[in-house]
């Protein structure tokens, strides 16, 4: 092989070996993002879980102290 063709082959050896790096460093960060983004999600679902609880509390509340919803006395 002449030394231009070598040297060609070279440099995209060289090109394809920094895209390639360049790609792990994505990958690891969208690893990274995607990870931060299911723990957020974790505890957004708990959250979520815990109002929806109180919501529920509230509610069998309020049905208590709103008089249409209560019985009738017994000599109705």
């Known amino acids: 092989?002449?030394?231009?063709?070598?040297e060609?082959?070279?440099?995209?050896?060289?090109?394809m070996e920094c895209k390639i790096a360049f790609q792990e460093q994505t990958i690891e960060?969208?690893?990274?993002a995607l990870t931060?983004?299911?723990?957020?999600?974790?505890?957004?679902?708990?959250?979520?879980?815990?109002v929806v609880g109180k919501v529920k509390n509230m509610d069998e509340g309020s049905?208590?102290?709103?008089?249409?919803?209560e019985p009738p006395p017994p000599h109705y």
């Open 1 to 6: 092989m002449s030394d231009d063709k070598v």
């Open 8 to 15: 060609a082959l070279q440099q995209r050896i060289d090109d």
């Open 29 to 32: 960060e969208l690893n990274d």
């Open 36 to 50: 931060q983004q299911q723990l957020l999600i974790a505890k957004m679902q708990d959250q979520m879980k815990y």
């Open 63 to 69: 049905n208590m102290s709103d008089p249409s919803k």
